[in-house]
Antibody, heavy 119, light 110 residues
Framework: QVQLVQSGAEVKKPGASLKVSCRASGDTFTGYYIHWVRQAPGQGLEWMGWSSPNSVDTKHAQRFQGRVTMTRDTSISTAYMELSRLTSDDTAVYYC????????????WGQGTTVTVSS | QSALTQPASVSGSPGQSITISCTGSSSDVGGYNYVSWYQQHPGKAPKLLIYGVTNRPSGVPDRFSGSKSGHTASLTISGLQAEDEADYYCSSYTSSSTYVFGTGTKVTVL
């Protein structure tokens, strides 16, 4: 049974950068897209971006242009999401999620990483 | 890309059927059959209920069904149960090769 295990909660200062990891346990990332989704307190889900199975192609939502980087290290079945120039609006739970190619559905989710941005 | 439009809340009694709508545009819901639905209980990660408009992953009860007409997708929950009380989100692939979620719907079982 595949699981996505994310890194632990973080507290960041405004202007700092964040790096969240997402490790596949019981399977690899081969053949899957990895999406990143966040949820601010009391708010809905917000799609941030995806990295493709080839580990090279990525796509992100326009609002994160210039601030987000998504990478993978296939040798350790781990994906990463980096977000720079943090503000209090980036306070949220960040999720990684797996999508099997061609389905458009995110069928396995990480447990979430709580990120607090505060001075 | 604006969020897809969902009703803020829907309620029903146990055993009843309810339907949640998800309205987009020709650039997302209307243009692709990559509409998914997710259930989220408080403090938990979302769970995939429907993908590809109508497909259920293994383990999802057949009480949950999806459909689409034009720019609007729908999730129907038949035989509503107490454990169905949760937040529900739709999602769609878009013409920009991105994804967008809906605004979310809180389902209350009366």
């Amino acid at each position: 049974q595949v699981q996505l295990v994310q890194s632990g909660a973080e507290v960041k200062k405004p202007g700092a950068s964040l790096k969240v990891s997402c490790r596949a346990s019981g399977d690899t990332f081969t053949g899957y897209y990895i999406h990143w989704v966040r949820q601010a307190p009391g708010q809905g889900l917000e799609w941030m971006g995806w990295s493709s199975p080839n580990s090279v192609d990525t796509k992100h939502a326009q609002r994160f242009q210039g601030r987000v980087t998504m990478t993978r290290d296939t040798s350790i079945s781990t994906a990463y999401m980096e977000l720079s120039r943090l503000t209090s609006d980036d306070t949220a739970v960040y999720y990684c999620a797996r999508e099997t190619i061609g389905t458009g559905g995110m069928d396995v989710w990480g447990q979430g990483t709580t990120v607090t941005v505060s001075s | 890309q604006s969020a897809l439009t969902q009703p803020a809340s829907v309620s029903g009694s146990p055993g009843q059927s309810i339907t949640i709508s998800c309205t987009g545009s020709s650039s997302d819901v209307g243009g692709y059959n990559y509409v998914s639905w997710y259930q989220q209980h408080p403090g938990k990660a979302p769970k995939l209920l429907i993908y590809g408009v109508t497909n259920r992953p293994s383990g999802v009860p057949d009480r949950f069904s999806g459909s689409k007409s034009g720019h609007t997708a729908s999730l129907t929950i038949s035989g509503l149960q107490a454990e169905d009380e949760a937040d529900y989100y739709c999602s769609s692939y878009t013409s920009s090769s991105t994804y967008v979620f809906g605004t979310g719907t809180k389902v209350t079982v009366l």
